[in-house]
């Protein structure tokens, strides 16, 4: 491998790894605030993608999209964690249950108002271009999209470690039980970072559109498949670790699957063993107290 | 069903609902008396015969899962081929029992086995993934069931096989869309006897994907050409950079690609955004690679792109004309290949009744006529390879063009009758 090559290939695993990261984060605020393993962030990836292209197609714009799709998702959230959620809270099993269902409702709606067939987004214009850079162009998007990751992740550790719901976020990750003894209303903060986790997949579902298409199964792979993958390879339920999930899978795959493409499909299965077999806990993972 | 009470014996093991052997006879009784209701289909009842008794036709088609537009329209197109005559086949009314196999092998092989026994079915349609049909084989064969398949195009369906591995072909099984070698052989030879003979292969790496690279190769090689590399990125792959960047990193400008449907939109788009057309690099493909559900989203960033296919939607015929008419009259889109395999399946099948005089009891003489039917389809002329049961058919060599507006296929020229080579 030449290094013109290894350096654009880094490239696209870089950026592979940024819209990683997108998706994922969801997937992690939610299981680490709430501890629900939320098997309908896939869905929700899904439903992102489909609204803006609706979105799209109704205004030509993109960015519009990129603010309707997390809102529309956002409000779902609030509307779910209290109707359903709530009622199983601490009932681990019954809740992952229900997120399957829910993400088959979801799906099958998809189907129904927007048809199965494949789909696709272009990159909004400007972005839509190519630069030059060592070996050859480059695509813009997939630029933006790793600016994008680093300033998705730098933001949420932002509000994380400096603002007031950042702390409670910590508090509720470390002791949900406690957090609500000392007053504070967890109802609320739960369903508000529920919605915030579904806006993040249907935000992760407009970046990634030009990318990876919208087609019938993208809730699954890559939606639900990658996230699951890079929070348990990075550490259940903390920021870090989806971070360092992402920057892990990302390049990982992207070579992976060029240097071994007979075992291409593997290649993925391998790093989430291998990391789970060196570090149970994931990368950055720390170990829970069953609740 | 009487009732499960609650067991106190089970509840102090820590399980609430334990079947005391008195319920469990109660309940397995009951469903047996169910069974014998009327209602349930009587086994080795005379199936078919009189003309003038409905046709029973089965059809196994993906209605959900990643294939469900597949067999949306292959389902609108036997609707159509119907409507067109008075829902009648030769003499005889038509029952449809559609079955989705959801894409899961598992699923489409329990619902033939349905087809067979419960239902039992004069004539079995569809089929999209070649997995399925191969698994779907031994059953129909045993069973003696006429299986027209409309789409699954693997080689092995309809050839002699050793041990009949992954598949053989069967008296009772016709296909009247293609073999993945009629769609890959044939423009590896035109290419390399036109003088081109170098190129870089890149395939979905499935079954299919693989078989239509190996048969391209040899089309290549009757004439003197070769590969010089493959990238193979699984099916279904999201992110299709990694793969192109490969392409765009070694020299050979020729590229034969097996993609199609989200993998072929994907495919073309990075090829596009990372500048090989630019770079001076060539695209070519099977068909599937640049038909109508990708062109849509590609649009022109498909242009110039060379692929074979026995059927598109431009074709000049008056048999096309017709039937993409009447499919958009009909329907608010345009047909796609998938529709006219299912349309000539049905039309093939209607011819062998009208030949038989819509006795379809003796399946000899139901086999024979299936293999008798020549018609025009809007693919061109459509017969059966007597001794594979795969339709003989000529094959188109299409160049994507931007004309007004508009996205399409060009046909550039046609490889004459172009038949499986197997025995």
Known sequence: MSFELAFQQALNGLSFGALLFILASGLSLVFGM??????????????????????????????????????????????????????LRG???????????????????IGQLWGREVRSLSAPPGLDGSVTLIGGVYPVYRLFVIAFGVALAAAMAVIYRRTKIGM?????????????????NTNRLFASTFATGAALAGLAGVIAAPVFGIQPGMDTDPGLLYSLVVVVVGGLGTLSGAVAGSLLVGPADTFGKVLFQDVALAVIFAIVALVLLLKPTGLLGRIRIAR | ??????????????????????????????????????????PGASSSVAPGKAIKIGQLLPFSGVYAELGNSMRRATELYLKQNDNRLANRPVTLVYADDANVIATGVAATQKFIDQDQVDVMMGVVPTPLAYGIRNAVHAAKLIFIDTNAGGNALTRETTNCTPSCKSPYIFRASFSSYQISYPIGEYLSGKGTKEFFLAYANYGFGTESAADFTTGLKKNGGGTTGNVAPPLGNPDFAPFVTQIKNQPTKNVYSFFSGADAIGFIKSW???????????????????EQDVLKEVKDLA????????????????????FVADFQKQYPLLPDVFAVQQYDGMRALDEALKALGGDSSDKDKFVKALED???????????????T????????????????????????DKVAKVSDPGK
């Open chain 2, 303 to 322: 242009n110039g792109a060379i692929t074979s296919l026995f059927w598109a939607v431009e074709l000049d015929n008056p048999e096309n004309k017709k």
């Open chain 2, 1 to 42: 069903m009487g009732g499960f009470v609650k067991n106190k014996l089970a509840e102090k093991r820590g399980y609430t609902y334990r079947l005391t052997r008195r319920q469990f006879l109660v309940a397995s009784s009951a469903a047996a008396l169910a069974a014998c209701t009327p209602g349930a289909v009587t």
């Open chain 1, 34 to 87: 709430m501890d629900v393993v939320n098997l309908a962030h896939g869905a929700f990836y899904m439903l992102g993608a489909y609204i803006a292209l609706s979105v799209v197609q109704l205004t030509g714009s993109f960015w519009l999209a990129m603010l309707a799709a997390p809102l529309a998702l956002a409000l779902l959230g609030l509307v779910i964690e209290p109707l359903l959620l709530r009622r």
């Open chain 2, 272 to 290: 596009n955004s990372l500048g090989l057309p630019a770079a001076g690099y060539k695209m070519y493909g099977a068909g599937f690679l640049t």
């Open chain 1, 168 to 184: 409670l976020i910590r508090a509720g990750v470390e002791d949900a039980e406690m957090l609500g003894a000392l007053g504070i």
């Open chain 2, 389 to 412: 049961h795969n339709p003989i058919q000529d094959i188109y060599i299409r160049e994507v063009k931007t004309q007004g507006g508009q996205t399409v296929n060009t046909i550039l």
């Open chain 1, 91 to 109: 009932r681990h099993l019954d809740q992952v249950l229900l997120t399957i269902g829910l993400s088959l409702v979801i799906v099958d709606l």
């Open chain 2, 373 to 387: 039917v020549s018609f025009k389809s809007p693919r061109g002329d459509f017969a059966f390879d007597k001794a």
